[in-house]
């Protein structure tokens, strides 16, 4: 089968597409034909030989996909050769033609979804959700900040918590970015690039705050967060790329909390529970995963750029 291999740790042209022998599976194991391969930030940090977990080399890169089962090995759950799935991770890593899981990191895809929404669903929504529902605790009736709105976890986030019956204000960097939030059901839109949009979302709400915001770029907006919250206030942090200098006492007044998160640290359960609930959200049509750009395999390397982008907008995915 052909993959993309990572022989050193380095530049994206460090992914090179090659030829490599067939996976084979063993008991409690599922093998599954890719379809389309999602592509995140995270694979951009393990690849550069930057993140606190390094996988030994060669390796693989990809966690989330969307395909056919093509073999079930002994005790590895109801799954069937061709079931349509969506993966949460993989044993093999998914930007390939194909990838080992265990039955956990396998859910069933609903037809009303294309392979590459169902690639799109793992990373991306899952941490939204985690990061609107359980660490946030987002309620109906709340004003929920989405800072980065048009990115892949962003656009989860404003389609989850429109359907939760919250208040959407999203922020984003382009006029392409503000259509497309602005589709997606935010109540408010706001370009992170003027200098008064902080100003803009404080009159949004009468001057008190908003409830919630879920931060993709600490580094550069936590320290104004604290200033846009209302009293009791939470700031989840999901993304940043540096250190950050920031007021306590922007906190203090206000009873607010930072909560960080990282998708690794959800247990099991949670796990289990989170895409369930996506999968059904999805079903309903709830949830309508949106694609930014689909490229080939071997344009691996112009996807890790592409996704660090700031003018990113809705999910980047690889098709073998």
């Given at each position: 089968?052909?993959?993309?291999?990572?022989?050193?740790?380095?530049?994206?042209?460090?992914?090179?597409?090659?030829?490599?022998?067939?996976?084979?599976?063993?008991?409690?194991?599922?093998?599954?034909?890719?379809?389309?391969?999602?592509?995140?930030?995270?694979?951009?940090?393990i690849r550069a030989g930057i993140y606190a977990r390094k996988p030994q080399?060669?390796?693989?890169?990809?966690?989330?996909?969307?395909?056919?089962?093509?073999?079930?090995?002994?005790?590895?759950?109801?799954?069937?050769?061709?079931?349509?799935?969506?993966?949460?991770?993989?044993?093999?890593?998914?930007?390939?033609?194909?990838?080992?899981?265990?039955?956990?990191?396998?859910?069933?895809?609903?037809?009303?979804?294309?392979?590459?929404?169902?690639?799109?669903?793992?990373?991306?929504?899952?941490?939204?959700?985690?990061?609107?529902?359980?660490?946030?605790?987002?309620?109906?009736?709340?004003?929920?900040?989405?800072?980065?709105?048009?990115?892949?976890?962003?656009?989860?986030?404003?389609?989850?918590?429109?359907?939760?019956?919250?208040?959407?204000?999203?922020?984003?960097?382009?006029?392409?970015?503000?259509?497309?939030?602005?589709?997606?059901?935010?109540?408010?839109?706001?370009?992170?690039?003027?200098?008064?949009?902080?100003?803009?979302?404080?009159?949004?709400?009468?001057?008190?705050?908003?409830?919630?915001?879920?931060?993709?770029?600490?580094?550069?907006?936590?320290?104004?967060?604290?200033?846009?919250?209302?009293?009791?206030?939470?700031?989840?942090?999901?993304?940043?790329?540096?250190?950050?200098?920031?007021?306590?006492?922007?906190?203090?007044?206000?009873?607010?909390?930072?909560?960080?998160?990282?998708?690794?640290?959800?247990?099991?359960?949670?796990?289990?529970?989170?895409?369930?609930?996506?999968?059904?959200?999805?079903?309903?049509?709830?949830?309508?995963?949106?694609?930014?750009?689909?490229?080939?395999?071997?344009?691996?390397?112009?996807?890790?750029?592409?996704?660090?982008?700031?003018?990113?907008?809705?999910?980047?995915?690889?098709?073998?």
């Amino acid at each position: 089968m052909k993959a993309i291999r990572v022989e050193q740790f380095g530049e994206p042209k460090v992914m090179q597409l090659v030829e490599v022998v067939d996976p084979q599976i063993s008991a409690g194991q599922v093998l599954v034909q890719i379809r389309a391969a999602g592509v995140n930030p995270v694979e951009t940090y393990i690849r550069a030989g930057i993140y606190a977990r390094k996988p030994q080399l060669p390796y693989t890169p990809g966690t989330d996909g969307a395909g056919i089962v093509s073999a079930v090995g002994p005790d590895a759950g109801s799954f069937k050769p061709g079931d349509r799935v969506f993966l949460s991770g993989s044993l093999s890593g998914t930007y390939g033609e194909l990838a080992v899981c265990t039955p956990d990191q396998v859910h069933d895809l609903p037809e009303v979804a294309n392979f590459a929404q169902g690639a799109a669903l793992g990373i991306p929504y899952a941490t939204a959700f985690r990061g609107l529902f359980h660490r946030a605790q987002a309620r109906r009736g709340e004003v929920v900040l989405v800072h980065g709105a048009s990115g892949g976890v962003g656009t989860a986030a404003v389609q989850l918590a429109r359907g939760a019956g919250m208040q959407v204000f999203g922020s984003v960097g382009s006029p392409e970015g503000r259509e497309l939030v602005h589709t997606l059901g935010a109540d408010r839109v706001f370009d992170h690039t003027d200098p008064s949009y902080r100003q803009d979302i404080l009159d949004a709400t009468d001057g008190r705050g908003v409830d919630c915001i879920l931060e993709m770029l600490a580094n550069v907006n936590l320290g104004e967060d604290l200033r846009l919250l209302a009293p009791r206030g939470r700031v989840v942090v999901i993304g940043s790329r540096g250190n950050v200098e920031l007021n306590p006492r922007d906190a203090m007044v206000r009873d607010a909390d930072i909560r960080g998160m990282i998708l690794a640290n959800a247990s099991p359960e949670e796990l289990a529970t989170i895409y369930k609930s996506l999968g059904e959200h999805l079903a309903a049509g709830r949830i309508q995963p949106i694609i930014g750009r689909e490229l080939p395999l071997a344009s691996a390397a112009e996807a890790h750029r592409a996704v660090m982008s700031q003018k990113a907008h809705g999910k980047i995915v690889l098709i073998p």
